[in-house]
């Protein structure tokens, strides 16, 4: 699964960081107050843009924003490859009759860090990446008067949407690290008895 992983976060970034064309979905928060495109009056690199499915096609993007898409791929794709340290690591541990090793500690720790970069993160990235996106192809969107009109006065450019429970997991499993912290102790100082 790690592999598969791996191998989807390579081709994504490469796709990003090479295609011509990058295509955008689930932007509902940030088309929020643009009006539904005229056939033809499109920004100069919009190839499409659908306000019903809330996606965008941007040509010629530049490399700091692919840059941000490729790191909001990689912290998307840290809980996948957390989740799949732990799942090889703990029940190692439980095989070998030591179910609180350090690893499985530190396996642990690696979820929780996962689930708060691949939860919390990721959006505010995304978020940045898509005003980001939405300044780049609205020219000088400090300029009184916007070169192309795609973003009309009162539009919103920054949408941000959290969600809370990645937050929730990760302090659970904040507990559960700590429940894992001391049956580490309690077995080290059961092995040194014996």
């Known amino acids: 699964m790690a592999a598969i992983l791996m191998t989807a976060l390579v081709i994504r970034a490469v796709h990003v960081l090479s295609s011509p064309s990058v295509n955008f979905t689930d932007l509902g928060l940030t088309l929020q107050g643009i ?8 920004p100069e690199h919009v190839e499409e843009l659908s306000s019903i499915n809330s996606a965008m096609t941007v040509s010629a ?3 700091g924003i692919r840059w941000l898409l490729v790191c909001q ?3 998307e794709a840290t809980l996948g490859l957390g989740m799949c340290l732990a799942a090889f690591i703990l029940p190692r541990r439980l095989l070998a009759g030591r179910p609180f090793a350090r690893s499985a500690v530190w396996s642990l720790f690696v979820v929780c860090i996962a689930v708060l970069l691949s939860g919390m993160a990721a959006p505010i990235v995304q978020a940045i990446t898509e005003a ?11 300029a009184p008067v916007r070169d192309t009109g795609f973003l009309p006065d009162g539009a919103m450019v920054f949408g941000l949407e959290i969600d809370l429970a990645p937050l929730g997991i990760a302090l659970g499993l904040a507990a559960l690290l700590a429940a894992f912290e001391a049956g580490a102790h309690l077995q080290k100082d059961t092995e040194g008895l014996v």
């Open 61 to 63: 993007l530049p490399n």
């Open 132 to 142: 980001e996106t939405l300044m780049y192809i609205s020219g000088d969107v400090s």
């Open 73 to 75: 791929v990689i912290l």
């Open 35 to 42: 009006p539904a495109p005229q056939p033809g009056s499109l």
